[in-house]
């Protein structure tokens, strides 16, 4: 199983080799071709195998189309952003009480579907996308051969890669505007990070096969996503509020972030940001709720699980050699921390 197949939300070996009625390929973007989740005739199956996917919900069909009703689910993921294709090939409605706890973007490839949430009714189309967050009701009404491309990203990671971006911790849950236009100048943008993230998936030799690009990609992505479509903190991000203590931490934080690799000392780091010990701590503990020296053991102990969560057995990675990559020079105390932090052992993490 290479690093891109471990999907986390469905377990991909219970759902190869399935029997089914078709053969010919209904426009599957070609990084995801040969990657499927699962394909169904069953529409319980489909719901539940869909909920997995997506988030809990139930499906729906007309007399006429259960006749010729077939779903199906392609998709990597990279480490916390996931590229799918839902084909349910007929006409359908999805209705999802409330979004599980990640971020979507629905892009249909043909067709369209008309979406309702919370009193507001829209369409998703080849030229505007839906855009989901977690916690809320969703319906989504698909015609007949409305396929869609699907970009999800871990709630968790969204609000990490947000609170760094900010420099303070975040106030309400992030909330997108539903509606995305994919026809504006800015939405190029969009279309590029897609595509370079389907590029890098089909391609076999690629950083991110490789384990080195996966990073950097989903920052582009969830970057790409916060600065371009409208949220409740958007404005910050375009606008931001220059308080001073906010300044400090945020010029703290880019300089941990450049050295995390290294022995970082608060002495380091007030040297580097031309600011005193003393201004950091407090900056911290109003704007972040912690420490500097916390925020850095934190901000480690996720970067060694990101390299335990990507490696593969070919990799010859270690537990001891991650620890020290990042630091962590006493190997019993890593497990301890990293325990209590993720609630599974380091070893257990590169197992899986």
Known sequence: MSRLTRLGFID??????????????????????????????????????LGKALSPCTLTVGDIGSQQFAASLHGVRLRDV?????DLT???????????????????????AVCASRRRTFEANTIRA??????????????????QLVLRIEQEALERH????LGASLGPPIEFE???DLTTDAAMRWH?????????????????????????????????????????????????VEQPGRRVVRAAVDYIEAHLRERVTMADISRNVHMSVRTIQQGFREELGTSPMLYLRERRLQRAREDLTDATPADGVTVTDVAERWGFNHLGSFAVIYRKRWGESPSETLRR
Do not use: C, K, W
């Open 12 to 49: 991909v070996r219970r759902t190869a080799n399935p029997v089914r009625r078709r053969v010919r390929s209904r426009g599957i973007p070609p990084a995801l071709d040969g990657h499927e989740i699962f394909y169904t005739e069953d529409l319980g199956e489909s719901a539940v195998m």
């Open 82 to 86: 996931s590229l799918l294709y839902v």
């Open 90 to 112: 007929v006409a359908a409605t999805l209705d999802i009480p409330a979004t599980g706890p990640s971020f979507a973007v629905h892009m249909p490839t043909n067709g369209r």
């Open 130 to 147: 839906v855009v989901t967050s977690p916690g809320l009701p969703l319906t989504m009404r698909f015609d007949h051969d409305s396929p």
């Open 162 to 165: 947000l609170t760094r971006l």
């Open 178 to 180: 539903p509606e995305m």
């Open 192 to 240: 590029g990070a897609i595509q370079l993230m389907h590029t890098e998936v089909f391609y076999e030799g690629s950083m991110v096969h490789d384990g080195q690009g996966i990073g950097p990609m989903e920052e582009l992505l969830m970057s790409t996503l916060l600065l371009l479509q409208p949220s409740n903190y958007r404005a910050q991000l375009i606008r931001p």
